[in-house]
């Protein structure tokens, strides 16, 4: 398979009120089929010369503003048609408090209707508990 394009998509969870972190888009783009209000996880590309995890580490600030914030777990690899990959990483975050996302229970995600498509399969991957061991990918 021929890889073109790397995402990674993080879903930032508080452990002890068992809500997670959705961002809003704050404008509509045409070009990546985003509106105006549309709930996602932190999502972004990964650059050249990025690892995943670093991406997801730039992204959860450029996106929430927190800070000292690194993805812990590697739940899954998406792969999509024309060489598409998306890791999805989870952290646990306790603060309460960003710049830009709301906390949302996760029972209550499942009933929104602006969420961003994919990001409700991300979560139940998410709940599932099930994870990927990063040493079966990231060791030579």
């Known amino acids: 398979m021929d890889i073109n394009n790397i995402g990674i998509a993080v879903v930032i969870h508080n452990p002890v009120t068992k809500k997670i972190?959705?961002?809003e888009e704050p404008s509509t783009n045409l070009h990546?089929?985003?509106?105006?209000?549309?709930?996602?996880?932190v999502v972004g590309h990964v650059k050249s010369g990025e690892?995943?995890?670093e991406a997801a580490t730039r992204e959860i600030a450029e996106e929430t503003g927190l800070t000292n914030v690194v993805p812990d777990r590697l739940v899954k690899i998406?792969?999509?048609?024309?060489?598409?990959?998306?890791?999805l990483f989870s952290c646990e975050n306790d603060t309460g408090s960003n710049s830009i996302g709301n906390w949302y229970d996760l029972d209550s995600v499942k009933k929104l209707h602006n969420l961003r498509p994919q990001v409700g399969d991300a979560?139940?991957?998410f709940e599932s508990g099930e994870?990927?061991?990063?040493k079966l990918i990231f060791t030579s």
């Open 131 to 134: 994870y990927v061991d990063p």
């Open 51 to 53: 690892s995943p995890i």
């Open 78 to 87: 998406f792969y999509f048609k024309k060489g598409h990959i998306v890791f």
């Open 123 to 125: 979560i139940l991957q």
């Open 32 to 41: 990546s089929n985003k509106s105006k209000g549309d709930l996602s996880l």
């Open 21 to 23: 972190l959705l961002i």
